[in-house]
């Protein structure tokens, strides 16, 4: 299931803070202590899934089902990938929030394989990461990265492989090209920077 939180509860614990510091408008000795305003909990609010059990069954989000899913990206028109490591898929949340389809990969079917859509084969696939143009896959079972173009879906392999192994230093002691890398469990993903292009980093 996915759930989000807000962020109230945040705002309210500094208003706390600045009340037992004697911060606020009041002043003088006479004043009367400044009570901060009741706390209240954080709402959490299920955005597809169901706690009735796991599967793979694509529909609306409220019979929709997933098994372990292990991370979450967002993009420009507000779509969800979720990456869905126990079915091996990575699944899709539409922007309007009412539906649940398979983006990438065929549900209980491991592998490797490169291809479009369903075609390609992911196996237990962790850490998710987006741009404006693809979304970046820690294959954490084929101890891969992947790439999933967003616009066709189709999914290449960007680095590393099934074999366990790590990448052999060049003689100028620099990495090697990223076919040759190799990797023991991938888990996450992030940016090294802001800019268009920045080298992605990589949780081994």
């Not at 694509?58 to 997933?66: E, K, N, P, Q, T």
């Not at 993903?189 to 980093?201: K, R």
């Given at each position: 299931?996915?759930?989000?939180m807000?962020?109230?509860?945040?705002?309210?614990?500094?208003?706390?803070?600045?009340?037992?510091?004697?911060?606020g408008?009041?002043?003088?000795?006479?004043?009367?202590p400044?009570?901060?305003?009741?706390?209240?909990?954080?709402?959490l609010?299920?955005?597809?899934?169901?706690a009735g059990?796991?599967g793979?069954?694509?529909?609306s989000v409220?019979?929709?089902r997933?098994d372990?899913p292990?991370?979450?990206?967002?993009?420009?028109?507000?779509n969800?990938?979720v990456?869905?490591?126990?079915?091996?898929?990575?699944r899709?949340?539409?922007a309007?929030?009412?539906?649940?389809?398979?983006?990438?990969?065929?549900?209980?079917?491991?592998?490797d394989?490169d291809?479009?859509?369903?075609?390609?084969?992911?196996r237990?696939p962790?850490?998710?990461?987006?741009?404006?143009?693809?979304?970046?896959?820690?294959?954490?079972?084929?101890?891969m990265?992947?790439?999933i173009?967003?616009?066709?879906?189709g999914v290449?392999?960007?680095?590393?492989?099934?074999?366990p192994?790590?990448?052999?230093?060049?003689?100028?002691?620099?990495a090697?090209?990223?076919?040759?890398a190799?990797?023991s469990?991938?888990?996450?993903l992030?940016?090294?920077?802001?800019?268009v292009?920045?080298?992605?980093?990589?949780?081994?």
């Amino acid at each position: 299931m996915f759930r989000s939180m807000t962020c109230a509860a945040a705002h309210l614990a500094a208003a706390a803070v600045l009340a037992a510091c004697g911060g606020g408008s009041s002043s003088g000795e006479g004043d009367a202590p400044v009570t901060p305003p009741p706390q209240q909990a954080p709402q959490l609010t299920l955005l597809a899934g169901n706690a009735g059990g796991r599967g793979n069954l694509d529909g609306s989000v409220d019979v929709a089902r997933f098994d372990s899913p292990a991370s979450v990206a967002i993009d420009l028109s507000g779509n969800r990938y979720v990456s869905d490591r126990e079915n091996h898929v990575i699944r899709k949340i539409g922007a309007d929030g009412q539906t649940v389809s398979t983006f990438a990969g065929r549900p209980g079917e491991a592998g490797d394989a490169d291809g479009i859509g369903a075609e390609a084969r992911f196996r237990g696939p962790e850490g998710i990461l987006i741009d404006k143009q693809f979304l970046y896959v820690a294959d954490a079972g084929n101890r891969m990265v992947r790439r999933i173009d967003l616009q066709t879906g189709g999914v290449v392999t960007l680095a590393g492989s099934p074999q366990p192994g790590a990448v052999v230093p060049a003689v100028d002691g620099s990495a090697g090209r990223s076919g040759t890398a190799r990797f023991s469990r991938p888990t996450a993903l992030a940016f090294a920077g802001t800019s268009v292009g920045s080298p992605l980093l990589i949780a081994d």
